[in-house]
């Protein structure tokens, strides 16, 4: 397609995406729910062929790929399919005393046209689960998948026009096609990537005054004390780091812990990882693959860097690579607070240790970092976990466990800072895609405001 091509074409869809908006379509909750159960059966019928996509493009196990992608978003719409209707209905507020007989209500109103960005790590998910949120509240949407998983992106935009025509349209494409939709005007602009981008997005935004929710990633650190069963946390935090090789954006980028407390995780981690995925994780088919040769040698350039001999670091487990096949061994390194590995998020399946005095001491470290998307304390130390609640702010905070707060469809999920602004899933997509009306109902009589009007002569013998 040339370049003039893309532009018709894409002003095209956003102008037939406004059309079925203007029409007043979108309102129903019937047509809602008939989307998202259409969405459903797409994901449903063509279950074999996205899962195929996503093995091509990330080397994602099936079973990986039901439970982060498909079978995440047949969860997610049936949630809301479920409680779609109450969460509509209008919320009522309390009305003043000054101000009654009066009913006050807030009225949630879709917003319009919804663009939807996407990156490449969980192709699927990341592009439809706002969608499920932009349809709920009865938008129409233009999804962006992104251009590094293109299997991915092509299976996207094979089906969702054949069972959403006229709610959701793909664009496929990158930087040139992205920055076109951005120069158009959208009711609310969805992103999920890294903050540079986000910046962008939120620039091409502020020109129409466009909401923007930006989900956006940075370094997620663990907390590890003595307390816990280390067996039991070394697992989990093997599990939440090496899904996905690595490239999930609520993964534990870096583990901090006394000396005493990382020298019993990284016994056990090794085992945790084996455990996982075989002695040879190059011969699992549990264990993904990075996603292109770039984003590869930068994995490997860390490797290098911080475990050269003059580095200070030291290798716990792993540290093999194939660049043929992208592959990077599924790896835990002894660091100091400066090593390479620790200036920006991983996003790969690097695990560093580093070691602080105390929690307070992990606290500080923390809190002298960009906000946390996520951040994950493993303690059984009451007061310990209080610290962590109180002292630091991130997008979520889990005891025991990573990553899983984002299969609780009532929690909001999103970042605060660095990390992002705005959240989704559940009822919080609906909130995000929705205006929220203020609406004042009073009657004319008996009128009871006659007290507030000028000349003031009654409310100046109350004052
Ligand atoms: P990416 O490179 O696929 O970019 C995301 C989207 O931005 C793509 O659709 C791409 O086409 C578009 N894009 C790229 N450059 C652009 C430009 N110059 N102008 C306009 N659009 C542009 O993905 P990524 O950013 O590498 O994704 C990884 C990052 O995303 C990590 O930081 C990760 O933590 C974060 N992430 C966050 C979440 C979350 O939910 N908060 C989820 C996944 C990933």
């Given at each position: 397609?040339?370049?003039?091509?893309?532009v018709?074409?894409?002003?095209?869809?956003?102008?037939?995406?406004?059309?079925?908006?203007?029409?007043?379509?979108?309102?129903p909750?019937a047509?809602?729910?008939?989307?998202?159960k259409?969405?459903n059966?797409?994901?449903?019928?063509?279950?074999?062929?996205?899962?195929?996509?996503?093995?091509?493009d990330?080397g994602?196990?099936?079973?990986?790929?039901?439970?982060?992608?498909?079978?995440?978003?047949t969860s997610?719409?049936?949630h809301?399919?479920?409680?779609?209707?109450?969460?509509?209905?209008?919320?009522?507020?309390?009305?003043?005393?000054?101000?009654?007989?009066?009913?006050?209500?807030?009225?949630?109103?879709?917003?319009?046209v919804?663009l939807?960005?996407?990156?490449w790590?969980y192709?699927?998910?990341?592009?439809?689960?706002?969608?499920?949120?932009?349809l709920?509240?009865?938008?129409?949407?233009?999804?962006?998948?992104?251009?590094?998983?293109?299997?991915s992106?092509a299976?996207?935009?094979?089906?969702?026009?054949?069972?959403?025509?006229?709610?959701v349209?793909i664009?496929?494409?990158?930087?040139?096609?992205?920055?076109e939709?951005?120069?158009?005007?959208?009711?609310?602009?969805?992103y999920?990537?890294?903050?540079r981008?986000g910046r962008?997005?939120?620039?091409?935004?502020?020109?129409?005054?466009?909401?923007?929710?930006?989900?956006l990633?940075?370094?997620?650190?663990?907390?590890?004390?003595e307390?816990?069963?280390?067996i039991?946390?070394?697992?989990?935090?093997a599990?939440g780091k090496f899904?996905n090789?690595?490239?999930?954006c609520?993964?534990?980028?870096?583990?901090?812990?006394?000396?005493a407390?990382?020298?019993?995780?990284?016994r056990?981690?090794p085992?945790?990882i084996?455990?996982?995925y075989?002695?040879?994780?190059a011969?699992?088919l549990?264990?993904?693959?990075?996603?292109n040769?770039?984003?590869f040698?930068?994995l490997?350039?860390?490797?290098?860097a911080?475990?050269?001999?003059?580095?200070?670091?030291?290798?716990?487990?792993g540290?093999?690579?194939?660049?043929?096949?992208?592959?990077?061994?599924?790896t835990?390194?002894?660091?100091?607070?400066?090593?390479k590995?620790?200036?920006?998020?991983?996003f790969?399946?690097?695990?560093?240790?580093?070691?602080?005095?105390?929690?307070?001491?992990?606290?500080?470290?923390?809190n002298?970092?960009?906000?946390?998307?996520?951040?994950?304390?493993f303690?059984?130390?009451?007061?310990?976990?209080?610290?962590?609640?109180?002292?630091t702010?991130?997008?979520?905070?889990?005891?025991?466990?990573?990553?899983?707060?984002?299969s609780?469809?009532g929690?909001p999920?999103?970042g605060?800072?660095?990390?992002?602004?705005?959240?989704?899933?559940?009822?919080?997509?609906?909130?995000?895609?929705?205006?929220?009306?203020?609406v004042l109902?009073?009657?004319?009589?008996?009128?009871?405001?006659?007290f507030?009007?000028?000349?003031?002569?009654?409310?100046k013998?109350?004052l």
């Amino acid at each position: 397609m040339s370049a003039e091509q893309t532009v018709t074409g894409i002003q095209g869809t956003v102008d037939a995406a406004r059309a079925v908006f203007k029409s007043g379509a979108t309102r129903p909750l019937a047509w809602r729910l008939k989307q998202l159960k259409a969405m459903n059966q797409m994901l449903l019928d063509h279950r074999d062929d996205f899962t195929a996509a996503l093995a091509a493009d990330l080397g994602k196990h099936p079973a990986e790929a039901w439970l982060t992608e498909i079978g995440f978003l047949t969860s997610e719409i049936a949630h809301t399919v479920k409680h779609l209707e109450g969460w509509l209905k209008p919320r009522r507020a309390q009305v003043p005393l000054a101000l009654a007989p009066a009913r006050a209500t807030t009225v949630l109103e879709p917003l319009g046209v919804v663009l939807v960005i996407a990156p490449w790590n969980y192709p699927i998910q990341l592009l439809l689960a706002p969608i499920i949120g932009a349809l709920a509240a009865g938008n129409t949407a233009v999804g962006k998948p992104s251009e590094m998983t293109p299997a991915s992106s092509a299976a996207l935009a094979r089906w969702v026009p054949k069972y959403l025509d006229g709610a959701v349209s793909i664009v496929e494409g990158g930087v040139p096609e992205t920055t076109e939709l951005l120069a158009r005007r959208f009711d609310h602009i969805f992103y999920t990537g890294n903050g540079r981008v986000g910046r962008i997005v939120m620039a091409a935004a502020a020109k129409n005054l466009t909401p923007v929710t930006l989900e956006l990633g940075g370094k997620s650190p663990v907390f590890v004390d003595e307390s816990v069963d280390m067996i039991a946390a070394a697992r989990r935090i093997a599990w939440g780091k090496f899904m996905n090789a690595g490239q999930t954006c609520v993964a534990p980028d870096y583990v901090l812990g006394t000396d005493a407390a990382l020298a019993k995780l990284a016994r056990e981690l090794p085992l945790a990882i084996e455990d996982l995925y075989g002695a040879e994780p190059a011969h699992s088919l549990a264990y993904g693959r990075i996603v292109n040769d770039a984003a590869f040698g930068r994995l490997a350039g860390l490797l290098e860097a911080d475990l050269a001999p003059e580095s200070g670091s030291s290798l716990v487990a792993g540290g093999g690579t194939d660049a043929a096949t992208r592959y990077v061994e599924p790896t835990v390194l002894h660091v100091d607070a400066e090593a390479k590995v620790m200036e920006e998020e991983i996003f790969g399946p690097l695990l560093p240790l580093v070691t602080v005095g105390s929690a307070a001491e992990a606290i500080a470290f923390i809190n002298e970092r960009d906000k946390p998307l996520a951040l994950y304390v493993f303690s059984e130390d009451q007061g310990v976990r209080k610290e962590f609640m109180e002292q630091t702010s991130s997008g979520a905070l889990n005891f025991g466990v990573p990553v899983a707060h984002l299969s609780v469809p009532g929690l909001p999920f999103g970042g605060v800072g660095e990390s992002g602004m705005g959240s989704y899933h559940g009822q919080h997509s609906i909130d995000t895609f929705s205006h929220h009306k203020a609406v004042l109902e009073k009657p004319l009589s008996p009128d009871t405001l006659g007290f507030i009007y000028p000349p003031f002569g009654s409310l100046k013998r109350q004052l």
